[in-house]
Structure formats: C-alpha cells, structure tokens
C-alpha cells in the first residue's frame, strides 16, 4: 500500500496499485480539476521535487518495474527513478506523515536510476525497467518524480523472500504449537513456474491469499480445440474418457516431508470448472534450475532441468463448480511420496480436460 506521499492535489497515489487498467473520461473534472486515474502531483513552484512511499505485498527480490503513463499526455512525470529499502520494522499503524524521517533513517538503493518517461498514448505509455539490484530482499519502494506530474500504474516483480526461522517459527511463544501452514502460498514464497496454458489466468494466481476475486483471479486455460464431438464417460472411473488435459507446475515456499491436507477452490467457476483434477508432488534433485515463471508455455519451460520424479499425491478425481474441496491425508485422500524420493518441493496440478481453477492450498 502506498504509506506516504508529497503531493496528491489532482489524483491520489493509491491508484498506482490498481489491479484494473487505467480509464479515462474526457469529461469527467471536479473541485480539484481533471479526474485522473493514477497519481498527480500539483505543477511545484517550491524547490525539490515529488515521490511517494509503497510497502510492498510481501519482502522479496526485486527483478523488474512495470510503469504505464496511460492518458497522461500534458501532464505525465517527464522523469522517474525508482529506490528500495528493507525497512522490516516500520508498522502500518504508524502515522504516515513519519516517513520521511523512517526514509532518512535507512539506505535506499537505486532500482532505475533517473530515467525519461514517454506520454501516455497507446504505443508509448508503457515502459518496462530492469531492477539493477535484483538480488537484496526489500519491503518498500519509493518513486521519485522529477519534478512533478502523473503516472498511471506501477508493477513490481520479483520472488518473496522468506526466512522460515526468523518469519514464521521465530515468532511463535514456547508453549505454541507449530502451526499448519499453506506451503504453496505466495506469501511463503510458493511460485507458478510452468504450465501448458495460460490463455485466461496464470499460475500464480492459485497461489495468492483469500479466495478469487472473479474469474480473472485464478488459472484458465482454452478451450481444447481436439475435443471429441461427443463427451463419454468411462464406466469403470465415472470420469469422463480424455487423453486431454491441462498442467501447471507450482514450487512450495520449502521442502515437507509430507501433505497432510489440499484443497482446491473452483470460486467463481461455475460453466468451466475442470471435470476432474490430479496432483502429483515431487522434488527437485536441482533447486537451482533456471526456470522462468510463467514467461514460457510447454515448449519453451526447460522445467525438465528441475529433474523431478513425480508420484501421485491425489488420484483423478471430480471436482465441481464454485467451492472449496479438501482432501486429507488422514481420510486417505492423499498419498505419501515414494520411499526413495521422501520430500515434495513442487506439485504438479493437472486438468481435465480444461478449464479453470481459482486457489490451490497445500498444507
């Protein structure tokens, strides 16, 4: 969330994180001026210059920025650069108007040094940056305009970074018990690395806290086009009779002896939910293969290099649309990974034949 910024006269700094795409009423004004969807600064007639302060989702490397000057075109930032800081410790109930004094108190290091910015019009709005440090855990960042005016949208990617005995074990009182943790969840550091479509949604979706927002929110695939004419059932398994289907490839935020339970959330998936699904789990005997999330399909994710030998953690077995479905270890939902392979890092959810789902939690 945005935690402090210089100047909000005509838009406010919040609409940087918008998860929708930027709009823009050519005859929408009010008190203040032209409505404008993104953050807008006054035109500064006092020295220095503008920028705000945005606590990231999560701590994490940081590996490029996303900046859109959509319908900024009189008024877009001619300049930007964009810093970072571990600040673990400042608390989201303290009062903004702090930050400049935390921003003093702590090293900043440059993402995108001072770069020029393109006006907002459809084949010069968006401008994609490498981070230069990609390898140091950060929890804000914080934009410089120079001197003043709008942009529309900010993305930031990269990979959360978590310390398992520090963040989550480190925390807990002597007398607490251990808590049951989603090992898939973003939060954690769970990954989308691959998959064979990602027409309506990617992976990482599945992996992202709370349930979906609407369909968009979660992993889609197409439709597939080979489809038989005619759907059949099988009548030994009840399911339908496909070769056909779909798969993507999730890395846990660590390494588990064991599921004790899965469940899979069809919200909002109501005329394309899979008819039956499949997970497999595995582990990696090279975590440090290079794969790129999601960036790739089948044909291009080199994601064989992880060199997992998969087993079933849950056999093909129906889903239905709009719910949350659990499977425990201790009903005997859920199998245990092979004796020579004890430890699951990454799961593989298949599809059948297509369709979308919205979470995948692994506890």
Same mark, same amino acid.
């Given at each position: 969330?945005?935690?402090?910024?210089?100047?909000?006269?005509?838009?406010?700094?919040?609409?940087?994180?918008?998860?929708?795409?930027?709009?823009?009423?050519?005859?929408?004004?009010?008190?203040?001026?032209?409505?404008?969807?993104?953050?807008?600064?006054?035109?500064?007639?006092?020295?220095?210059?503008?920028?705000?302060?945005?606590?990231?989702?999560?701590?994490?490397?940081?590996?490029?920025?996303?900046?859109?000057?959509?319908?900024?075109?009189?008024?877009?930032?001619?300049?930007?650069?964009?810093?970072?800081?571990?600040?673990?410790?400042?608390?989201?109930?303290?009062?903004?108007?702090?930050?400049?004094?935390?921003?003093?108190?702590?090293?900043?290091?440059?993402?995108?040094?001072?770069?020029?910015?393109?006006?907002?019009?459809?084949?010069?709005?968006?401008?994609?940056?490498?981070?230069?440090?990609?390898?140091?855990?950060?929890?804000?960042?914080?934009?410089?305009?120079?001197?003043?005016?709008?942009?529309?949208?900010?993305?930031?990617?990269?990979?959360?970074?978590?310390?398992?005995?520090?963040?989550?074990?480190?925390?807990?009182?002597?007398?607490?018990?251990?808590?049951?943790?989603?090992?898939?969840?973003?939060?954690?550091?769970?990954?989308?690395?691959?998959?064979?479509?990602?027409?309506?949604?990617?992976?990482?979706?599945?992996?992202?806290?709370?349930?979906? #927002? @609407?369909? %968009? *929110?979660?992993?889609?695939?197409?439709?597939?086009?080979?489809?038989?004419?005619? /759907?059949?059932? +099988?009548?030994?398994?009840?399911?339908?009779?496909?070769?056909?289907?779909?798969?993507?490839?999730?890395?846990?935020?660590?390494?588990?002896?064991?599921?004790?339970?899965?469940?899979?959330?069809?919200?909002?998936?109501?005329?394309?939910?899979?008819?039956?699904?499949?997970?497999?789990?595995?582990?990696?005997?090279?975590?440090?293969?290079?794969?790129?999330?999601?960036?790739?399909?089948?044909?291009?994710?080199?994601?064989?290099?992880?060199?997992?030998?998969?087993?079933?953690?849950?056999?093909?077995?129906?889903?239905?649309?709009?719910?949350?479905?659990?499977?425990? #270890? @201790?009903? %005997? *939902?859920?199998?245990?990974?092979?004796?020579?392979?004890?430890?699951?890092?990454? /799961?593989?959810? +298949?599809?059948?034949?297509?369709?979308?789902?919205?979470?995948?939690?692994?506890?």
């Amino acid at each position: 969330r945005v935690i402090f910024a210089t100047d909000e006269f005509f838009a406010t700094a919040d609409n940087l994180l918008k998860r929708e795409a930027p709009e823009y009423d050519p005859n929408a004004y009010c008190s203040q001026g032209k409505v404008m969807d993104g953050w807008e600064s006054r035109r500064r007639r006092q020295p220095g210059h503008d920028w705000c302060v945005i606590r990231l989702a999560y701590r994490g490397t940081i590996a490029g920025i996303e900046v859109d000057t959509a319908f900024f075109t009189g008024n877009y930032a001619p300049g930007i650069s964009i810093q970072a800081a571990n600040i673990p410790d400042y608390s989201s109930d303290e009062h903004d108007e702090w930050m400049p004094d935390v921003c003093g108190q702590h090293e900043w290091k440059t993402l995108v040094s001072s770069v020029e910015l393109n006006p907002g019009y459809p084949e010069t709005r968006m401008h994609h940056f490498t981070a230069e440090d990609h390898s140091t855990p950060f929890t804000h960042i914080r934009i410089n305009y120079f001197p003043d005016g709008g942009v529309a949208r900010i993305k930031v990617y990269g990979s959360v970074s978590v310390d398992f005995t520090r963040d989550v074990f480190g925390i807990l009182k002597a007398s607490e018990p251990v808590p049951v943790l989603d090992l898939a969840s973003m939060a954690l550091g769970g990954r989308g690395l691959a998959c064979s479509n990602k027409h309506f949604g990617v992976p990482r979706n599945l992996l992202k806290p709370g349930r979906g #927002l @609407d369909m %968009g *929110d979660g992993w889609e695939t197409a439709r597939h086009m080979k489809r038989p004419p005619i /759907i059949k059932t +099988n009548p030994e398994t009840g399911l339908v009779d496909t070769d056909l289907g779909d798969w993507c490839i999730l890395q846990l935020g660590t390494i588990t002896a064991q599921v004790e339970k899965l469940e899979v959330d069809t919200c909002h998936f109501k005329g394309n939910y899979p008819e039956s699904i499949m997970v497999e789990g595995g582990c990696a005997r090279n975590m440090n293969a290079e794969v790129h999330d999601e960036k790739n399909d089948e044909d291009d994710v080199k994601f064989e290099d992880l060199n997992i030998k998969w087993f079933p953690l849950l056999n093909r077995t129906k889903l239905g649309p709009d719910k949350i479905i659990s499977y425990e #270890l @201790d009903r %005997g *939902d859920l199998n245990q990974p092979f004796a020579d392979a004890p430890y699951i890092s990454h /799961i593989r959810v +298949n599809i059948y034949p297509d369709g979308g789902i919205s979470r995948v939690r692994v506890h």
